[in-house]
């Protein structure tokens, strides 16, 4: 089965900076979409960064300029740059990856906590 590994999280001060990491294991061909989601309690996950194959990115109008989302599809790594954080980012973090194809594969990862606070 495979799994998204993240890693990254944790505790910031405001306007400080987290680097969140999401590898696939095993590695995983035909990758299409790699993106960050963010949960907190009471609401629905919601989409915070993306990258479809070709480079095409994606933001929530929240993070953008604060934010930044990378990937080595050699690896089936996506990365999470998060620069000057505020206690609104708190949120549990989850990786997500797509395959091509509307009936390709789908995974999620496990979720990592960023607690942003004084």
């Known amino acids: 089965q495979v799994q998204l590994v993240e890693s990254g999280g944790g505790l910031a001060q405001p306007g400080g900076s987290l680097r969140l990491s999401c590898t696939a294991s095993?590695?995983?061909?035909?990758?299409?979409?790699m993106g960050w989601y963010r949960q907190t309690p009471g609401n629905e996950r919601e989409l915070v960064a993306s990258?479809?194959?070709?480079?095409?990115?994606r933001y929530a109008d929240s993070v953008k300029g604060r934010f930044a989302i990378s990937r080595e599809d050699a690896n089936s790594s996506v990365y999470l740059q998060m620069n000057s954080l505020q206690p609104e980012d708190t949120a549990i973090y989850y990786c997500?990856?797509?395959?091509?194809?509307?009936?390709?594969?789908?995974?999620w990862g496990q979720g990592t906590q960023v607690t942003v606070s004084s």
């Open positions: 997500h990856v797509r395959g091509l194809g509307f009936n390709s594969y789908e995974y």
């Open positions: 095993p590695k995983l061909s035909d990758l299409n979409a």
């Open positions: 990258m479809i194959r070709g480079g095409s990115t």
